[in-house]
């Protein structure tokens, strides 16, 4: 049995996926045959300057991909591309067709899912990814009349059971971890899949569909965990998850090596977790293998500010090849990180940005704006804090807060004194709106100037989807 996994935008065209490059390895050893197709690098690379710019600039995150009427007028003024490239996806023969899909990539994923079923009917096409998750979207995407499964958390597991259904019945039916339709296309949540306990269970991600070199960074992305060590109020990955867990040093370090081999001219990677820290002493253990075995490698991931992040670690991490660590900090004011369930104070955070730049490390990070609770006298302390930073960093990504589905500030909203007013939410005294959040913004670009990063093209679009609501 063959399956098509694609990979559609927008997703960041700097490294390969790394998600479809693990379950090719992995339904590998479950005996199938998978085909990986990265649709968002081929639209970017079929782009010209100006639509990567508008499309894919690398201080935003590609947000013009959740405007449908955006996603409309491309594929009607691209259309023979479009063609040619369900042509491509039809040449592997696949029995079922995957999309990876996270929430800027979902409504391009359904037209495109709705192009394929209209040219094939029969069609199996399924979805799994971040934003399929059940408490997500998972539940909603299924009524989609081109969908006919949807993984409901993690599928390495339960991706391969699917297709063993598939095998045996020529069709999808009930399996863990999915929702489908009956044949009197009723929808079945089939319950929460199985979790992958042991990550060292897993087999090195394959490369083996993507011309790893044509990618924008030239390096290749490496997991070391799941889930994360935190549960913060503005956040869902920790219910979502549902546990953190990590590889062994030694487990990593061998992908390490593995992929080394297999692609000579790569020697930069980014690991691909939440927070590169959540196993002091594993990620100790790597550097250690890393710096023994003269390993040279240049490598960047996201770390949470922590006690034992100290000059003589990052240093340690330093040798072993780290260049730049995106800290999510969120806020310099401690009533601020105490709202937002932070393990650590202003304080610890100022210590930590120093300790990574004296190492000769990047110390990048990130602020929330308009938590709710954050008055003008908590976001000046934020601002200060900025301030006093900013020589430490080169990049700051300031994010207008939204409501994460899932997250405490989405399930406890009365706590939290707030409400949603699609398309954004407000305080119930009215104080914290939209409008103030964006004043704050402009004063934190001010100062900020060339390091800041914005999610612009996410604010356009709620500005847009503000102005239909209120037609």
Known sequence: MNIALINPPGWTADTPPY??????????????????LDMNKEIYDYADDSFKKEAWASTETGNQWLDRDFILGFIEKHRPFIEDFISKVMRVNPDVIGFSVINRSAPFTLELAKIIKERKPKQIIILGGSYCYKYLSGLELIKEPAVDAVCLGEGEICLGNLLDIIENKNAVDFCQGFAYKSKDNKIIDCGDPDIMENLDSLPFADFSDFDVERYNSMALPIL??????YKCSFCNESIFMRKFRTRTSSH????????????????????????????????????????????????????????????????????AGCHT??????????????????????????????NTYE?????????????????????????????????FSQIIALNVLSISKGSDLDINKDKWGIRCQQPDWVSLDGVNNYEERLRRLEIYKAIIKEKAHTDAKSIRLIEKLRKQSAN
Request: aromatic share 10%; with cysteine; glycine share 6%.
């Open 252 to 319: 990593v370090y061998s992908e390490i090596v593995f992929q080394l081999n297999r692609y000579p001219h790569i020697d930069s990677f980014y690991f691909n977790v939440s927070l590169i820290n959540g196993d002091m002493k594993m990620l100790e253990e790597l550097c250690d293998l890393i710096v023994k075995n003269n390993i040279r490698i240049n490598w960047s991931a996201q770390a949470s500010i922590r006690k034992g992040m100290t000059r003589d670690f990052l240093m340690k991490l330093k040798e």
């Open 19 to 36: 998600n479809l490059a693990l379950l090719k390895a992995v339904l590998k050893t479950r005996g199938y045959q998978a085909s990986c």
């Open 325 to 354: 660590l995106m800290y999510g900090i969120e806020s310099g004011s401690n009533k601020i990180l105490k709202l937002m369930n932070k393990q650590f104070t202003a304080e610890l955070a100022e210590e930590v940005m120093r």
């Open 359 to 391: 190492a000769g490390i990047q110390a990048n990070f990130n602020i929330i704006i308009g938590f709710p609770g954050e008055t003008e006298i908590e976001f000046q302390e934020s601002v200060d804090f900025v301030k006093r930073n900013l020589e």
């Open 224 to 229: 070391v965990s799941k889930g994360c060590i």
